[in-house]
Structures are given as C-alpha cells and as structure tokens.
C-alpha cells in the first residue's frame, strides 16, 4: 500500500454541479432509504417503525433491478436463505465475496443484498456469497454473528481458503464484518484476505463528533433510529464491547482494509476513528471520503457510485 491510503481521499463534485435532473431521478431511492433508516422514537422499536422500514428495503430491493450479466442463484443453508451472485461471463471461480448486508440489524433480506452484491461481483469479476441472518428484535445479538460465521464456515466447507475470501459490508453489515474477523481472530482462525466496508457502523455508543455534527446534513440517517435499532439488537449488552462496537477492538492482525464513505452522514466518524485505528495498528488502510455524499450511496444508480465500485476493484487487484 502507498502513502496515499493513510489519507482521507476527498473525492466527488460539490452539490451545486449536481443538476435538478439528477436529484429528481434519485428521489425515489433516497424515499426508500429515508423508511429503512427511520425510527418515530429514540428508545423503543416498535411494530410500526419496524414494518415500515422492511417494506422500505423491499421497496428499495425492487426499484434497482439485477445487473443484466449477472445470475442470481438463491438457496437455503440450514433453514438460512442465501444466495450466489456470479457473472455469466467468464470468471474467477477461486476466489469470493462473503458480502453482509446493512439494514440496522432491524432489517434486510436477499432482495436488499442483490444491490450492492451484483456491483461487487460485476466490479470484480468474483462470485459473491449473500446470507439472510436473523434480525432483531425478533433474534437480538448474538444472532446475526452467529449466522455469519455459519455462513463464513460454509465457504471454508466447499474448499475456499480464508485468503480466497474477501468480507464486505455496508452499515450495519460493515459492524458484522468486523465481528466477524475479530471472532476468526480470537479463535486463532485464519483471516479473510481483505475487507470491504462501506459507510460501516463501528461505534454503537455513538460518540463520535459527525453524530451531532452532521445531523443536520444527513438525507438518510438519524440519531434516532441508531439509538431504537441498537437497543433492539443488543439489549442490555455493553455497548462498548468488541462484538458490538468492533472500533474498540484489538485491530491488530487485520488484514488490509478499504473503507468508503460520505462526507454527509451522522456516521462518518465511525470510518474516520476505524482507520485510525487500523493505522495505529499497522494494517493497511485507505479511506475514501466522498464529497456531498450520503450513506450506502453505492447502492444508487449514479456515476458517483459507479466510480466508487471502480475503486473497490481496483484495491483488490493491489491486494491480490
């Protein structure tokens, strides 16, 4: 890795370039994800935030069509439904993508994952392995954590060696990817070659600065919904503790790490404190802050997420 990937790389247009055109196109989405991310109350889930923001995920699962080029090939793992995404073309069949999808813990399914694990698998030409893992507050922590490492145990099951999978995640999926790692690490497990995390959730004590900060400015996110989807997924547990805030984790040892988000969400602290962590912990890092951007804004279809899986691809290839 060079000097660069120590640095915050400030990358897109400011907001006045982006036409009126545009932002009405991407209205829609932004809707959806405004319902995924919403909670009436600071301290409680209830059934109404709840379904809301499921249907909000459907919604947003059905207005981003599959990738044309892409097979989509759903199976179950135990009672747990999943899903391969491989190219049709000629690909790499040696390596894959174990991708965690976002959704607060609260919410989430296959038809969620297929947004971001098409761009994954078309970027890289890898196939890409989505699960469905429990959510709260139906099945609190350690639910999700454990249905990963069950899905981390089937690669390993059909012969992919740790350093044939990359970990990727958004949000809430970031915070599972890390777990996920960090219990790999502390069991003395091999480590996946790489992760990628966008707009990940590292800290659920909320104490970064952009929580406040970036309140005003943030399309998507609110304090709110992280206090209500937090309380729901870890109940009563420290928040503090590794497996729920992994930026407070023992780094060391992780494998290279690449890390987006925007300049415009409540948790940009999180990837800002995580990659110094990293750092401080001699792993290498590079974040990547886009300017006038939002959370999980890969998920759009815009250039500026074009080019954002663009750079995904390329970290790899370096990694490799």
Not at 37 to 61: I, Y
Not at 151 to 176: I, P
Not at 192 to 207: E, G, Q, V
Request: net charge neutral; with cysteine; glycine share 8%.
């Amino acid at each position: 890795m060079d000097q660069d990937n120590i640095h915050i790389k400030l990358q897109g247009r400011s907001r006045n370039q982006h036409s009126a055109a545009e932002a009405q196109r991407l209205d829609p989405f932004l809707r959806a994800l405004r319902a995924i991310h919403s909670a009436a109350t600071p301290d409680t889930m209830d059934l109404e935030d709840l379904e809301r923001q499921r249907k909000g995920q459907q919604l947003l699962g059905r207005l981003v069509a599959p990738m044309a080029g892409m097979s989509w090939e759903p199976f179950e793992l135990e009672g747990m439904p999943c899903a391969w995404v491989r190219p049709q073309r000629s690909h790499d069949r040696r390596r894959a993508i174990l991708y965690c999808h976002g959704g607060g813990y609260t919410s989430g399914n296959l038809g969620y994952s297929r947004i971001l694990a098409s761009k994954l698998s078309n970027v890289t030409g890898w196939q890409v392995f989505c699960f469905e893992y429990r959510l709260a507050p139906e099945h609190p922590y350690p639910a999700a954590v454990e249905d990963a490492v069950k899905a981390w145990d089937y690669l390993m099951y059909l012969g992919y060696g740790a350093r044939d999978v990359v970990v990727a995640g958004d949000s809430a999926g970031g915070n599972l990817a890390l777990v996920l790692t960090h219990l790999l690490k502390q069991a003395g497990r091999r480590l996946p070659r790489s992760l990628i995390l966008f707009s990940p959730w590292t800290d659920m004590t909320a104490s970064g600065k952009s929580y406040r900060e970036r309140e005003d400015i943030d399309p998507v996110l609110t304090l709110n919904y992280i206090y209500a989807v937090r309380d729901a997924y870890a109940r009563g547990q420290d928040l503090a503790g590794p497996c729920l805030s992994p930026l407070f984790a023992d780094l060391s040892g992780f494998p290279p790490t690449l890390i987006q988000a925007g300049t415009n969400e409540i948790l940009l602290s999180d990837s800002i404190r995580l990659r110094d962590r990293l750092i401080q912990s001699a792993v290498p890092c590079r974040l990547e802050v886009w300017t006038d951007l939002w959370h999980v804004f890969q998920m759009f279809p815009m250039k500026k997420a074009g080019e954002a899986m663009e750079s995904v691809g390329r970290f790899l290839l370096e990694t490799l």
